[in-house]
Structure formats: C-alpha cells, structure tokens
C-alpha cells in the first residue's frame, strides 16, 4: 500500500494495525511521562528501527478506550505531512513475565496498548532548555517557518491541534521540526452548531477568548499558542506565565491592552467578560516590552498576539510576513548544529536531581536560565559551541499533558484557488546554499471533504472544506500582493 504524498490526506485504508505484539521491540529508555501514561524509546528486534513508544494509560477509562487515543489516532492516520509526526502503527503487549517483572532491568515493556511513532531526538522546550544552547536567528526563522507550514496544513484541512506548546514540537538532528500530540485536536467545520470546550491549550499559551469562555471557534486558537512560542524562542523565556486562569488573564491584558468594542467587537459578550474585565483602562505595550526584537519580528509578533481572533493573522499570513524575507534569511535545517538528545521530561529530570545533590552538599545552586538568540553578522554561518550534556527529564511532546486548556472564528472564505507565492522577486530560496524547501508560500494541499463535527463527539473525518472563520473578517478581503502571484490567494479547495 502506498501512502498519500507530503501535503495530500490519506484516504486509503491502512494494514490492520494492533495485529502485532510489543514484544518487537526492546525497550531502550523512558523520554516522557504524565497522566496521559508513558513514552519510551525503543528499538525494533527485527530491523534495528529507533522508534518512540506511547503507552496509553487505560486504568482511568471507566467507559472503554480513552476519546483523546481515538481521536489522535484517527487524524494521525489520514493527515500525512513532512512537519506532522507519523504514526507508524499500534502495538499490544500482555506484559513482562513474573521474572521480568522483578527485573527493573527488562527491556519488556508493561502489558497494555502502544501507539508507535518515529522517533525524534528532541521537544523544543528541552531543546532550549538545555544549558548553553542559544539559538541563533536564523535557526529561529527555520523552526517557526516548519511550524507555520504544518500548522498552515492541519488549518487547511479543516483540524485545530489546540495544545500547541514547546513540548509538542519535535525536532530531529537533520533540523526537521513536526508538530506532535494530536490528543486534544478536533476537526472543525464552518457550519457547525456545536459547541466546543474551551479547556483546551495549556495555560500559558491560551488565548484570551477561551478564558473568557468562548465556546465556538476557529485556527486563531493556535495561532495565538504560535505568538507566544515566538515570543518564548526570541526572549528566552515563556512570556506569559499566569498561576491561575484570572492571572493568566490579567497578564495577558497587562502586555495586549485592555479588550472593549473598539478594539475587539463582541467581547462585551463572552461569558467571563465583566468578570475579569480590567478595573481601568490598559495601554497596549507589545512593541515597548519587546523593543529589543528587529522590527520584522515585532510586526509579526504583534499581529499574532491581537486579542480580537477575526484580527489574528493566519499561518498564512503569518508565512507571508516580512520577517522571513529579510537578512539573515531561515537557514537550511540540514545545517542546524546536532545535538544530544534533549527531551522535556529528561531536563527536568535531571534539573531535579541537580538540586537534590546541591541540596546534600549544602552548596548554592547553579542557574541554568535560556539564552537568548545572537545576531549574525554572517547571517548564515552558524557553529554549535553547545557543550555536551548527558540527556536527561517533564513531558514530552509525543504525549499528552492535561492542561487547563478555546471565540469568534476568523479565516478568510475559501476561493477556488490558494497556494503560496511560488518566488518572491530575486529570491530563488529563503535558505543560505540550495532552497530547502523552495522560499515562498505554503503548497496548497489537496484533501476529501469532512463532514461536520459534532458538538463534543469524536471529528468526523476531515479534508479541504469550508473553514470555520468569520465571513466578515479581514482575512476575506484581498491582502496586499507579493512577488510574482498574488498574495492574496487564499485556501483553494481541491
């Protein structure tokens, strides 16, 4: 059987998956863990294949299957993309034998079901967690143009991954980055009259309208979780770290400015709006706190960071900004410094036990804060001055970590044709060396149509459709054009 090409939905049927036992594969390590159960690293017996292993946690499920399994399942197995992880198949295990068990040593793995993924040598926030790694800028524009371009994918073909976050977003020693933990996404259709949940997208990376209490709709969810990776990769650290969902708020008007019908028409309405309204009137301070990013940046940061959704700029446009096409251009992945494997939950895990011989010795601990990105005079000539670290712990991105997780929707109507500016003037490539991929827009991707999803059933299948945006925002209208083709294009339908 062959799968659908990068870019395209798979529509044929995959081999019958959960026919074959866990015991294929040798358990290597552990790289993740929470309440969603256990991700390992593993090896295939037969081929020698590295693979990542998620164990699904099943003692909680009083109703059969968990729905987050079934639904990350279902759309991992028809979205096929080069910056989507891939869901290779599903495996069963009865568990080690009694003697195995006794053995903390078994390479065995514990009875239960598997979801085997390819395995990545690194999460994001691990990534950049690790002492002495600072990402240079264009190794930044090479990961947010990866991100906006799967993210464009999964927006095109009607699915919300509404968890995106650091630790989701794997990345392999070839400069390859996929989005990862498909748990809480949800197709999503323009018509629906559903409601969905707003518990959805961990804290510090939620919008503002699902803490206010909206419960319809669209891609701008992610892209505000997008704004605040951004902002997180060129400050160094996360920007809005609330406690609690009214801190959370009070944070996010702190930096955005307070919400009322001028700025943001129909936030009067949402549920929680008067209370947690801000007593007085709050300026905008975007542009000042970040003052010290370059001005491309900034723009894209402050049209991803607009509190009304139908404002928020799209992935498309996001692909399109200015920041990308300016000096240092993103560099090619290929040529990204390689690093030893670093996974949230290994950082941390090791952060810990830092502290607990620090504490045994009675000796001041050490500080191992991120770096903030260095500016290249050569744009393009990047070396890896990292140290090397044992790898070490928190939750990786292959599973699911149940954050307190969605307003109005905003894309543009979908015309009959939409596909990225293929150049851009003189520009052949956005990379230093060969074009990797080809600079200029996002593939359009071709794709079945889905029927609508239910209010808080399990999506009902997916493809290129109607998307679920406002009619009257200004993602309908013409945008300003750009290099050979019109800019303006929007998602065709195909």
Known sequence: MTTAAFGQINTEELPTWGSRSADCFEKIKQIGAGMYGQVFKAREIRTGEIVALKRIRMDNEKEGFPITAIREIKLLKKLHHENIIKLKEIVTSAGPEKNDQENQDSKKLEGGIYMVFEYMDHDLTGLADRPGVRFSIPQIKCYMKQLLTGLHYCHVN??????????????????????????????????????????????????????????????????????????ELLNGSPILQGRTEPDQLNKIFELCGSPDENNWPGVSKYYFYNNFKPPRPLKRRVRERFRRFDCHALDLLDHLLTLDPNQRWSAKQALDAEYFWVDPLPCDPKSLPKYESSHEFETKKRKQEQRQLEEQNKRPRLQHGRLPPYQHTEPHQMKDTQPSFSAGPSHHPYGKHPAPPGGPSMYPPRNQSGAYNPSRGGHVGGYSGEPYPPQGRAPQYNGSSMPASGPRGPPGGYGVGPPNYSQTSQYGGPAPGRGLNNRSQQYGRQ
């Open 158 to 231: 009607q699915v919300l991954h509404r968890d995106m976050k650091g630790s989701n977003l794997l990345l392999d020693n070839e400069g390859k980055l996929k989005l990862a933990d498909f748990g809480l996404a949800k197709s999503f259709a323009t018509n629906h009259d559903g409601q969905l949940t707003n518990r959805v997208i961990t804290l510090w990376y939620r919008p503002p309208e699902l803490l206010l209490g909206a419960t319809k709709y669209g891609p701008a969810v992610d892209m505000w979780s997008v704004g605040c990776i951004f902002a």
